[in-house]
């Protein structure tokens, strides 16, 4: 089976801008997580999808969003984008939720705010 | 609220030499997972451990999980320059969701 993909790669924003990260997960699996990495905070969990519906948040201000498709396919927005938003941001997925449920990381999108 | 500290945050050995990572947790633990990224790469499913006092083996790799499924250790026999990384361990909370708190890595340095 194909991996977890995430696209765009590497991607530089303004200050202000927005932007939108998506995320395919691994065929059959449904619940996709999204995950900040930065050299100060390390992974940070900003949230979880399962069926199309967000089932948890981390603890980030609203400029940060999502959503999922019905094919599992997912998406993450920032607006207003920040200096301090420059991260890895990983998207992982999983077969089913819940209890020890393998996440499989994608290779992230490595966002660039100036 | 929940937090899963690690330590050391680094660690230098020799080529041989054994390595220990261990992760704690402010609360008790649904599961507890581990992960290897490499510089430059995305964290690396290991292992998951769900059993109290769960031991489980890799090859020169060992986890194990404590009594109280609040703690958790990576030990690393004879070191070879392919385990270099950082290591993570990540703990689920709840059987009900998917979301894992990292700690924050222990990046280890194999010197041949």
């Known amino acids: 089976k194909a991996g977890v993909t995430q696209t765009p790669r590497y991607l530089i924003k303004t200050r202000g801008q927005q932007v939108t990260l998506s995320c395919s997960p691994i065929?059959?699996?449904?619940?996709v997580s999204w995950y900040q990495q930065t050299p100060g905070q390390g992974l940070q969990f900003l949230f979880e999808?399962?069926?199309?519906?967000?089932?948890n948040k981390g603890n980030f201000p609203g400029r940060f969003s999502g959503r999922q498709f019905s094919n599992s396919r997912s998406e993450m927005n920032v607006s207003t984008l920040e200096l301090g938003d420059s991260a890895l941001y990983l998207c992982?997925?999983?077969?089913?939720?819940?209890?020890?449920?393998?996440?499989?990381f994608g290779p992230g999108t490595r966002l660039l705010v100036l | 609220g929940q937090q899963v500290m690690q330590i050391p945050q680094y660690q230098h050995v020799q080529e041989g030499e054994d390595f220990t990572t261990y992760c704690n947790s402010s609360t008790t633990l649904s599961n507890i997972q581990w992960y290897k990224q490499r510089p430059g790469g995305h964290p690396v499913f290991l292992i998951q451990?769900?059993?109290?006092?769960e031991v489980k083996k890799q090859k020169r790799l060992t986890f194990q999980f404590g009594e109280a499924k609040k703690n958790s250790s990576l030990h690393i026999t004879a070191t070879q320059t392919t385990d270099v990384g950082t290591y993570f361990c990540?703990?689920?909370?709840?059987?009900?969701?998917?979301?894992?708190?990292f700690g924050q890595g222990t990046t280890l340095q194999v010197k041949p």
């Open positions: 990540a703990g689920g909370f709840s059987s009900n969701t998917g979301k894992l708190i």
């Open positions: 992982a997925s999983s077969e089913l939720r819940g209890q020890g449920k393998t996440q499989y």
């Open positions: 451990l769900v059993k109290s006092g």
């Open positions: 065929s059959g699996h449904r619940s």
């Open positions: 999808y399962f069926s199309e519906t967000q089932r």
